[in-house]
């Protein structure tokens, strides 16, 4: 992962071509670095062609009368002079034990390498990563470079190209590094005085606030070969002069100074965050010191890069150590962090749009968002319309205003203009104790009195005690609360069958729930408050405590709830209709393959009437909601008056980025989800007597022998997981969201140190493990695409915590 060094500069060498100088003008920085009393390391990760052209090896002859000082290396070398993908490949056609690495392997190798330079010395040193060709030639596996080395993140110098044509190849490869985050600290080019390509650049850049360097181009080669050398040498002499004075000096010292600002800007971010930001879900009270703040320099695929210059007990040299993102950055991670493709259709959807004002006015990538969502997503076979919002909780307030208006508009027989708007006053919702729609007041109305509730909240309805599902001493088991049923635990025979709800409404629990649900209603008929829609977490109420309802208890409520006579005047015989409450399902955690399902409507085997996606929609790049809704409630709206449509909007609403990202973000997770890896995890999964597993079975990245064993021990009071969640509920533990016993029973994990794993992260260093928690419950949480090794490594990790 990212490597930064107190003592040890290093930047990267991009070049913004082939031929333009990479190594010469390294070797210039390598040679002035060395005369300003630095040790110099250079370091060539893949290098191709004969020994006698090798860049390591020129770096080394001209390293100048310090050369004592400069070390170099070559890590991995091929005999063809071709880009390294092809070297690599022709090289395993002539001799198939020639290994290619991975990328993980390759990016593993070179972090290897800058830490061993790093505890090298305490003296102030520099070091220089040439990479080979422009900045997208491939590496050995064929990735781009640019991909392939981004999980180092190291500051990068960028060699402009100064012939015809070097303006656009220069800034387009800028543009390349920035798009993926790349911090680029300086440009340095040839001064070539017949295109004067470092005039025109020197003044883009200056407006961007990155330096660009000139320095005088060297002679032609000459066809002697001590000539030549003799040339370069004099070459060298000039543009690095024994004075120390000149560009490359100039742009050595440059180097220095960015270094240092990165330094004191990590260093002063603790003390500047605590002065100037408010978080949310944080008792600023507890977080006494600068050191418990968390300051995040970087992140790649589930990986935070954190600073630890506070951390006086770290043993690592790096002030950056690595942090696997164990919440999955509050939920709304799918594919990992900083992926190319979303970060690419992002900038296009920038770059067309902007953003654009919305009401009777279209977009193609809003167009394609709503079509894919309503006809072949999970409004599929029952969705008619496609609304835009912000994110989950105004997607939900959204949805709130849709079931509200169909409900009040069928009581009314039809009637819309002229609702009297004092006796809807007394609408609410039924829905279940624990659920969380949303931080905005129309949400969190939608939900009983709780910690999440504000002192202007009013709950608006009534909210049922619902049964649960979780693993407990290996035995997947349902609790029913004591208002449902005397029986307070109810052993299933397997979690894929407990999922299984065709099979579960033969059974004895499916008619304790259903005269329960009825019995409740008839008692809610006359209460003051009129229920006029019911809401619903299906599977996973998140902030509730990662709260496993029942599937069979929320099927059984829709159901009731849709055949009540509760609910006078509001029942429909027309298919496709909405009947007895509209249903609102609040996908907004789980949707979208959180757990395992693109939607959860297939596992409860009923359509809603209303659904609302956000978090994964966009890949956890930009916020977006989008709420789906059936033809039936749609006609609640529509009439020739203003005043009876949806008067309700964002300034935001399908902002192109959003709707541009989410509909690659869409792409990438169908491919996921056709996967060897996932096949792999869910074969895991299934049972003999599960044989429906691909069609409706359930099925978690987590395995399931570590999941059963978990449950198992002392500590634990229960686990429960699907998809990409796990939840760890600790035993004899009964406060609550007040508690703080899942944060202290695995604080230590957050930690780097004493992990006795070899690194599955590309980098190979040593990593923490970033989480949340939920009073007594401690949830983690993975992408759609971690890998099989990572999750591996998070487990035993979480055994040995948990065990010891």
């Known amino acids: ?135 997208h030639s491939p590496t050995l596996s064929g990735t781009t470079q640019l991909d392939s080395y981004r999980p180092l993140f190291l500051p990068t110098i960028l060699i402009g190209d100064s012939r015809l044509g070097g303006i656009s190849s220069t800034i387009s490869s800028y543009e390349s590094l920035v798009l993926r985050g790349y911090i680029v600290d300086a440009i340095l080019l040839f001064r070539d005085e017949y295109y004067r390509n470092w005039e025109y650049l020197s003044s883009y850049f200056a407006e961007k606030g990155v330096q660009v360097h000139a320095v005088d181009p060297p002679p032609a080669k000459h066809t002697d070969n001590n000539t030549n050398i003799q040339l370069t040498e004099q070459f060298y002499w000039k543009i690095v002069p024994s004075n120390n004075q000149g560009t490359i000096f100039d742009t050595v010292r440059h180097l220095d100074i960015c270094h240092t600002q990165r330094l004191e800007e990590l260093d002063s971010m603790p003390r500047r965050t605590l002065d100037t930001i408010w978080w949310p879900f944080v008792q600023h009270g507890h977080v006494k010191t600068e050191k418990d703040v968390t300051v995040i320099d970087s992140a790649s695929g589930d990986v935070f890069s954190l600073y630890n210059g506070h951390n006086t007990e770290s043993s690592t040299p790096s002030l950056l150590e690595p942090q696997f993102d164990g919440s999955a950055s509050w939920w709304t991670q799918a594919v990992g962090h900083a992926h190319p493709a979303l970060t690419m259709a992002a900038a296009q959807a920038a770059g067309r749009y902007g953003h654009v004002m919305f009401p009777e006015a279209t977009h193609l990538p809003a167009l394609k968002l709503a079509e894919r969502l309503v006809k072949f997503g999970p409004g599929r076979g029952w969705a008619s319309r496609a609304f835009f919002s912000d994110d989950g909780s105004t997607g939900m307030e959204v949805a709130l205003k849709m079931a509200l208006r169909a409900f009040a508009v069928r009581e009314q027989g039809g009637l819309k203009s002229g609702i009297g708007m004092e006796k809807r006053r007394g609408l609410g919702v039924l829905g279940l104790k624990g659920s969380y729609h949303g931080d905005t007041i129309g949400a969190m109305d939608a939900c009983e009195e709780g910690v999440y509730t504000s002192e202007w909240h009013e709950a608006k309805g009534f909210w049922l005690d619902p049964p649960t599902i979780s693993v407990r001493n290996g035995q997947t088991v349902i609790s029913v609360p004591p208002s449902i049923s005397a029986e307070s635990e109810v052993e299933t025979q397997s979690l894929g069958w407990t999922y299984d709800i065709t099979e579960r409404f033969k059974t004895p629990l499916a008619a304790v729930y259903r005269q329960h649900i009825e019995s409740t209603l008839r008692k809610l008929r006359n209460s003051e408050r009129t229920l006029a829609a019911l809401v619903l977490e299906p599977i996973v109420m998140g902030a509730g405590g990662m709260i496993f309802v029942d599937p069979l208890f929320q099927r059984i409520l829709i159901d009731v709830v849709r055949s009540s006579n509760a609910f006078p005047g509001t029942l429909s015989t027309t298919p496709g209709e909405w009947s007895g409450l509209p249903v609102i399902f609040d996908e907004v955690f789980v949707g979208l393959y959180r757990l395992g399902f693109e939607s959860i409507i297939p596992l409860l085997g009923v359509f809603p009437d209303i659904s609302v996606n956000a978090k994964i929609l966009t890949g956890g790049l930009v916020p977006m909601a989008v709420t789906l809704a059936s033809d039936s409630i749609f006609k609640a709206f529509y009439s020739e008056k203003k005043v009876d449509a949806l008067l309700h909007g964002h300034s935001y609403t399908a902002y192109p980025v959003g709707c541009e990202v989410a509909n690659e973000a869409l792409n990438v997770i169908e491919k996921l989800s056709k996967s060897g890896e996932w096949e792999e995890a869910k074969a895991r999964w299934a049972s003999p007597q599960e044989t429906k597993l691909q069609s409706n079975g359930v099925w978690s990245f987590w395995d399931p022998d570590f999941v059963s064993e978990l449950s198992k021990l002392p500590c634990v009071g229960e686990v429960m997981t699907l998809g990409t969640v796990l939840s760890i509920k600790i035993a004899d533990d009964t406060a ?18 004493n992990t006795e794993d070899v690194s599955p992260i590309p980098g190979g260093s040593p990593f923490g493990i970033n989480y949340r928690t939920l009073g007594n419950v401690a949830y983690f949480m993975l992408s759609l695409n971690t890998a099989p090794e990572i999750v591996k490594a998070v487990e035993n990790r979480i055994w040995r915590t948990l065990s010891s």
């Open 1 to 135: 992962m990212s490597l930064l060094f107190k003592h040890l500069r290093i930047h990267q060498i991009f070049g913004a071509n082939t031929d333009v100088g990479k190594t010469l003008l390294t070797s210039a920085l390598v040679r002035a670095s060395a005369a300003l009393g630095n040790d110099v390391y250079y370091l060539k990760p893949v290098s191709t062609g004969p020994m006698s052209d090798a860049d390591d090896e020129y770096v080394k002859r001209f390293a100048g009368k310090h050369k004592s000082r400069v070390r170099t290396e070559c890590l991995f070398r091929f005999g063809e002079p071709v880009s390294p993908q092809l070297a690599a490949q022709l090289a395993q056609r002539e001799e198939s034990k020639v290994y290619i690495p991975s990328d993980k392997e390759f990016v593993t190798a070179v972090a290897s390498h800058v830490r061993k330079c790093a505890t090298h010395t305490a003296r102030p040193s520099h070091m220089y990563v040439e990479t080979a060709g422009g900045v």
């Open 736 to 753: 609550g969201y007040q508690s703080h016993s899942a944060q202290k029973l695995l604080d230590v994990i957050k930690s780097s140190e």
